[in-house]
């Protein structure tokens, strides 16, 4: 994976770190000419569908999925339009809930599964393990 300098931005609800895109360095000389491109690269079907081309990164956004493409044969899924199933797919799935742990979360779970697959850790005591910690770590849990 590329290294990349991202920032969290502030949305209206709450702070979050967009993964590395092209979005990431956009190179403008102004900041209109930045947001122009932020627009374009991930609230339009044109920028969705290319970068979705060039790397294989599956647009969240719908309105991208209207395009002929993903009603194309993809060779490497044997010819069927595995594409149009993804969208299929995409618009069942339900909205997840974040919290504001779940990055805290992640690393323990991560840490215990790394002792699993590294270390021969027994994976019911690593979930064990993973539910003590993250309720010693995390304030306000406990009740």
């Known amino acids: ?8 931005l502030t949305p209206v609800s709450r702070p979050f770190v967009p993964s ?26 044109e920028g969705q569908n290319l970068f979705f ?29 595995a594409y149009r199933i993804w969208t299929e797919i995409g618009d069942n799935i339900s909205a997840i809930f974040r919290t504001p742990y779940d990055l805290q979360l992640d690393d323990i779970v991560g840490a215990e599964l790394t002792r699993v697959l590294q270390e021969g850790k027994d994976p019911a005591q690593a979930a064990l393990d993973a539910e003590a910690e993250a309720l010693r770590r995390i304030e306000g849990t406990i009740g």
């Open 1 to 8: 994976m590329p290294s990349c300098d991202t920032r969290p």
């Open 53 to 81: 081309r060039q790397t294989g990164v599956f647009p969240a956004y719908k309105p991208a999925w209207q395009d002929p493409l993903y009603d194309e044969p993809v060779a490497f899924f044997g010819g069927q339009r």
């Open 20 to 45: 590395c895109a092209p979005v990431s360095r956009p190179f403008v000389s102004s900041k209109k000419q930045a947001w122009e491109f932020i627009t374009w690269a991930v609230a339009s079907a």
